[in-house]
């Protein structure tokens, strides 16, 4: 069956290969609204905004102030398990020199990777841990229901609903900030870096007049109405879509999209993200470990990432990893050789990933793939 595969997967990896691409970074023509000019350059590189760090100066500034005399908990720290949030717990108690407890939340689809990094990292820095975890087989449950829904009708904009339980995480971020009455709560997310206007763009909505270096949640009201306008046409077009998991998809946009997201502190608003300095620390101080089978590091710990790349890369030939390496070209952290480098690299189809979320949702991963491969590329 594996060999059967082989050739399928190295003509997906050429075709991805002959993708024309903007001329300054690595994102395909497939990028909805990615607008080429004559010269080849996508509109992300003539727009992308500099948008200044806070500075270590304010940043040890509110340490000081929020800081407990008696070493009792003076803040919150939201750990995934995943290499940024892990690195934010580092930081928060070896460089700020505070006393954290850590929140982490299991949406259904951390992996025991993701909880091996939270236990050591905690148990290493001496770190409280209050840990939230959803209906696990419920939420595996919808997962399942909605990627056979997908499948049925095949519409890129319609992926991140195989993610919308993860979005619940910022609702109970709150409450847990609420319930311990700590007003400081570190979060760990590279915004600048991350940005990934092609969910949106893949619903139709142009994400101009995003706050600069914000997560889709900063997207304008008319944007978010957007989105929600396709997610109910795609519903009415698509019965399937119309099962026991539609309250938890709309309390996960709920929770992305229309809470204020102000009542956290981002690490990587104040410092400059640099990740192979965070990666490195991460690995010689605490064994902090990655997923074997590719050599990012982004999203280690989290059984939904590959499948949801793989469906980006097989139907749009990128990934949300075009965008982070894009991002680095734009920052001058990476060349835009090393960069399309890494993305054929890290984009390469992650198997035995793929095999884990489909035994964890229930799915039978070579009908899966083979309902994949027959879906018509935009390339």
Not at 24 to 32: D, E, G, N, S, W
Not at 223 to 247: D, E, H, I, T
Not at 304 to 314: E, K, M, R, S, T
Request: aromatic fraction near 10%.
């Amino acid at each position: 069956m594996n060999q059967a595969r082989t050739d399928p997967e190295q003509e997906l990896n050429q075709a991805i290969a002959r993708l024309r691409r903007c001329a300054r970074c690595v994102l395909p023509a497939t990028v909805p609204f990615v607008e080429l000019d004559l010269a080849g350059v996508c509109r992300h590189c003539r727009e992308h905004p500099v948008v200044p760090l806070g500075g270590k100066p304010a940043l040890f500034a509110l340490a000081d102030r929020i800081r407990s005399a008696r070493g009792k908990p003076d803040c919150i720290v939201a750990l995934s398990g995943g290499r940024d949030s892990c690195y934010v717990l580092h930081y928060v108690k070896r460089e700020l020199e505070l006393n954290p407890i850590a929140f982490t939340y299991d949406w259904g689809m951390v992996t025991p990777l993701g909880f091996r990094n939270q236990e050591r990292m905690c148990r290493a820095l001496g770190v409280e841990r209050i840990h939230l975890a959803a209906r696990v087989a419920k939420v595996r449950a919808h997962i399942r229901a909605n990627v056979k829904a997908w499948l049925e009708r095949p519409r890129l904009g319609m992926v991140p609903l195989v993610m919308a339980g993860d979005k619940h995480f910022f609702y109970h971020a709150q409450r847990i900030q609420r319930r311990l009455g700590l007003a400081t709560m570190f979060f760990g997310m590279a915004e600048d870096y991350e940005n990934e206007d092609f969910k949106e763009g893949f619903c139709g909505a142009r994400t101009e007049g995003r706050r600069p270096g914000k997560h889709s949640y900063g997207t304008t009201l008319r944007q978010k109405a957007r989105v929600a306008l396709y997610y109910f046409g795609n519903f009415l077009a698509n019965p399937a879509y119309l099962n026991p998991s539609l309250p938890g998809t709309a309390f996960g946009f709920f929770s992305y999209y229309l809470l204020p997201h102000d009542y956290f502190v981002n690490l990587f608003s104040h410092v400059p993200w640099r990740e192979e300095e965070i990666v490195e620390t991460l690995r010689a101080r605490y064994g902090w470990e990655s997923p074997a089978d590719t050599r990012s590091t982004w999203r280690a710990g989290d059984a939904a990432c590959a499948f949801v790349n793989h469906l980006y890369l097989a139907v749009a030939g990128f990934t949300e990893n075009d965008f982070l390496r894009s991002n680095q070209v734009r920052h001058g952290d990476l060349s835009r050789e090393r960069a399309l480098e890494l993305v054929l690299l890290e984009n390469r189809v992650r198997m035995e990933s793929l095999r884990e979320f489909c035994d964890l949702v229930g799915l039978d991963l070579d009908k899966t793939l083979e309902a994949i491969g027959r879906i018509p590329s935009l390339f």
